[in-house]
């Protein structure tokens, strides 16, 4: 089996590169370096062959940023199955079959990621009667009170694609209401890029490259859910991706329930970049 190493900054590296001994100035090498890496620096190792994949981290010292990077990796490899190995006192091993959700199942094995990016999200509910009539999030609320909900999704593509620079995602309900899942992905969002989008339908709000955040946005749609009614908040929070690391993202969301031309029932929410947002000072 081949192994890789998911550095701090989401770098993929092939754990028997010299190139690898010589960034990190180590004189060891090959598994060796590889324990090392996983128990000091925060890296997690990946083997895989044979349609399985070999997880190893040490929950107490993963980095957030390999961490993102391996789910990543596995939303776009969907191995079969994986063995999860942990470093905590000692070494424990999970089997992990392709019948059970592997991000929502790392997650919980891996409670140290929840402490570390606790303070990452941060947003605030705001009345709907307080949209300017200028803000083109405004003229979304206008349609779906005119038209009566849910608001048809196909009768505001251009407001979507042009108004809200495409930066908006429509999202399903399951069998059960704590089970969203993407239906549509617009092409405005910089954390998203070609390739994720185009395998997004179908995926869980959780699923996205930083898992973290999808699992605290898809908490947002579950409540719009149980209440029925359109939420409006400003988001100040910090994402997490392997191509581009940290970065704060400022912005104005409105949720709304839609209907689709199937006739199914649903939730869009549209968001307005606000760099003026600042959520942090109250939080602290």
Known sequence: MKTFLFDDQGEMWD???HKLASTLCASIGGAELTNYAVKNLGYVSVSEGNGSVRVRLRPAAVSPIAFSALCYYLMDKKPE???????DQDWSHEFIGRDVSLLRRLVDTVPVSHADRAGDFVSQVKSIDGIAPSNPLSALLKAWREVGKPLNYESIGRLLEQGMSGRYVMVQTGETSSDVYLRAVGPGFLSYDD?????AKGLRVEDQPDYFYGRWVAQAYRDTTSLGEP????????????????????????????????????LLGASLIDDDINLRVKAN
């Open 231 to 266: 939420r409006l908040e400003d988001v100040d929070a910090i994402v997490t991706t392997p191509k581009i690391g940290r970065s704060r993202v400022r912005y104005t969301r409105l949720i709304v329930p839609i209907k689709v031309h199937s006739g199914a029932e649903c």
């Open 195 to 199: 390739d994720w989008r185009a395998r």
């Open 81 to 87: 199955r994986i063995v999860l190995s942990r470093l």
């Open 15 to 17: 754990a028997a590169s």
